[in-house]
């Protein structure tokens, strides 16, 4: 038995999608793989998410751990965003993700370029 925030799960991987439970939180961790960003450049990179759902993610992101956010004292104010530790081990699953879609893509449709 696993407990995280006084929920109980019975297996990790149930764990797992609980904190991944819809399409933008790996897209923003994608992003972030590639180094630190504003919130700016995160919502440039991910041109199909609003900006209300982009500011929720990523304050269910910093809740779980997964990212953080660094306030900088200047004006106007700057944010920015990094992975925590514990977000950068997921690099080699969302690198396993994008290759197997990749397969899939070559298997089942086309590559538009």
């Known amino acids: 038995m696993y407990c995280i925030d006084d929920k109980e799960y019975t297996c990790p991987v149930s764990i797992t999608m609980d904190i991944f439970n ?8 994608w992003y972030l ?4 960003k504003r919130f700016k450049e995160l919502h440039e990179d991910i041109s199909d998410i609003t900006q209300k759902t982009l ?3 990523l304050k269910e992101l ?3 751990k997964i990212i953080s956010r660094e306030v900088f ?5 700057k944010v920015v965003y ?12 969302l690198q396993a993700m994008f ?3 990749i397969d899939y893509v070559k298997e089942n449709g086309k590559i538009l370029e």
């Not at 793989?33 to 630190?36: F, I």
């Not at 004292?73 to 104010?77: H, L, N, T």
């Open 55 to 57: 500011t929720i993610k």
């Open 22 to 29: 819809d399409r933008w939180k790996l897209a923003i961790i």
């Open 73 to 77: 004292a200047e004006v106007p104010p």
């Open 99 to 101: 290759e197997w879609g």
């Open 33 to 36: 793989l590639e180094h630190d």
């Open 82 to 93: 990094s992975l925590t530790p514990i977000g950068l081990k997921l690099k080699p699953m």
């Open 62 to 64: 910093e809740a779980k």
